[in-house]
């Protein structure tokens, strides 16, 4: 069965860095458009960023400049780097496909960043 499961989540600083990891497993990553979401308290899950499986990413205005998304297909695995956090960038952050061939959207079971000021 499909499978993301999200780690590197955590507390930090205003200004600091974290990087996100999902390992994928049950579908054919390489060829799935990836993506991280973000949900706040009290707010609707957010688009963050995304990646195609040739590479081609995009990214939410809010995080433009200050995140990338990247992909290790030979570790079926997916990332988001992030840098100058901000306290508002607090939030749970998910996972998600749409898995190749079926196009079904999947989901992690979220990771919590915290940004502190």
């Known amino acids: 069965q499909v499978q993301l499961v999200e780690s590197g989540g955590g507390l930090v600083q205003a200004g600091g860095s974290l990087r996100l990891s999902c390992a994928a497993s049950g579908f054919t990553f390489s060829l799935s458009t990836m993506a991280w979401y973000q949900q706040a308290p009290g707010k609707q899950r957010e688009l963050v960023a995304t990646?195609?499986?040739?590479?081609?990413?995009n990214y939410a205005d809010s995080v433009k400049g200050r995140f990338t998304i990247s992909r290790d297909n030979a570790k079926n695995t997916v990332y988001l780097q992030m840098n100058s956090l901000k306290p508002e960038d607090t939030a749970v952050y998910y996972c998600?496909?749409?898995?190749?061939?079926?196009?079904?959207?999947?989901w992690g079971q979220g990771t919590q960043v915290t940004v502190s000021s």
């Open positions: 990646i195609t499986y040739i590479g081609i990413t």
């Open positions: 998600n496909t749409e898995a190749f061939p079926t196009q079904r959207a999947y």
